[in-house]
């Protein structure tokens, strides 16, 4: 998700996957796949910007998922008192594919 502002000032998050364009008016207009507009604070490279970092979060845990370095939270232990394990199963090396 990314977090964006409406005029009044209210933060809210969008699902970056349901964003069709991104406008600039003299506002910027979020037009979703379903037809809904939000009009936010933010010009259009701030949410550009918003939607390429989200993007590349998702390949960044997936790439360290990948490796076998992914991990979810620091410092967090399971029921043993063991360090926590991603609840994901990390994809198989290239090698095993």
């Keep these: 998700m ?4 409406r005029l ?11 964003i069709e364009r ?3 008016h ?4 979020v037009f979703l796949v379903d ?10 490279d701030a949410v550009l910007d ?4 989200y993007r590349a979060s998702i390949l960044a845990t997936a790439y ?3 490796r076998g370095t992914y991990r979810t939270t620091v410092g967090s232990t399971d029921a043993d008192g063991g360090p926590r394990r991603a609840s994901v199963v990390p994809f198989p090396a290239r ?3």
Excluded: C, Q, W
Excluded at 8 to 18: I, K, S, V
Excluded at 50 to 53: G, P, Q, T, V
């Design 2 to 5: 990314i977090r964006v502002t």
């Design 8 to 18: 009044n000032g209210e933060h809210f998050a969008l699902n970056p996957d349901l």
């Design 22 to 24: 991104v406008e600039g």
């Design 26 to 29: 003299p506002d910027t207009v």
């Design 35 to 44: 037809g809904t507009k939000y009009v936010v604070s933010e010009d259009v």
């Design 50 to 53: 918003e939607i390429r970092e």
């Design 64 to 66: 360290a998922m990948d």
């Design 95 to 97: 090698e095993e594919r």
